[in-house]
């Protein structure tokens, strides 16, 4: 199944959305406008806007201020690509030269910037403060995440519940958001709101652990990226947060000598991904999954039956399923 598929309920919606956001991109500067346009070839899913457009259709209806919430999403979401791709000297994205790989870092920062600001900028033009202060909120989260990762991946120290925090932060912010600019854009009901901020995050969190246990399970043809990439940038995530739990110090140290080695890491990343499915690690993983994703379908239960309320469920199944 495709991610079409499942957000059938709001394909009309998401391709009035698809229009308002290239105008919104558009500016008279030539670099910048060529940069955006290239921006937009590079769209993937679009998965938080249409979440946005789900959430807003089942609490009550989509209007404009809908659109205008999605577009602001999709804005700050494609603005920290560009930033992420910075930090990680990624030279591709979705199959695509990386903006930085075709313009530099200089150009690559600017336009992030330049994203965020128009975000934050249409929100204000338009008055809409509640999701600018949940957008805001989200920015300071994902910055704060990825902080996080950074130092305890210098160091090595990564418990479980710094891992969640990291992905909660990083991930799952932004998806929540969606979701509650979504509801919030159709209804005052802040009961109705805070259920769907929290459907967003569980599902936020369910989809990271199935990405991260991608790198040791997905197929490269289908990923995109080669398995144990994550190995390899030293990335500890649950899977092996877990293997390491579970085996003596002794074998713990000889994983930590190798994490430790970027000439190890590049020449026996198979042997800690082997490590990892030997110490139960993939199952561990998959199971906390599968409870965020049974908490994002619980949050969403009190909610009248209807066609988006079933995408919202058929998107959890979708997250779990995923295999790319």
Known sequence: ???KDVTASVAVEVEIFQERYKSVLHSKNTLVDKVTRYVLKQQGKQIRPALVLLSAKMCGGVNDSTYRSAIMVELLHSATLIHDDVVDGAEMR???ASINALWKNKISVLIGDYLLSKGLLYSLENKDYFSLHIVSEAVRRMSEGEILQIQKTRSLDISEEDYLSVISDKTASLIASSCA?????ATE????IAKMK????????AFQIRDDLLDYTGDSNKTGKQMGIDVKDKKITLPLIHALREV???EQNVIRSILKSSKKRALKSGEVIEFVKRSG??????????GFALQARQSIKDFPESAAKQSLLDLVDFVMKRQH
């Open 1 to 3: 199944m495709k991610i």
């Open 94 to 96: 979705r199959g695509l």
């Open 181 to 185: 600019m979504g509801a919030a854009s």
């Open 189 to 192: 009901d802040e009961a109705a």
């Open 198 to 205: 929290n459907y967003g995050e569980y599902l936020g969190l």
């Open 248 to 250: 003596p110090v002794r």
């Open 281 to 290: 690690g993939l199952e561990y993983a998959a199971g906390v999954a599968e």
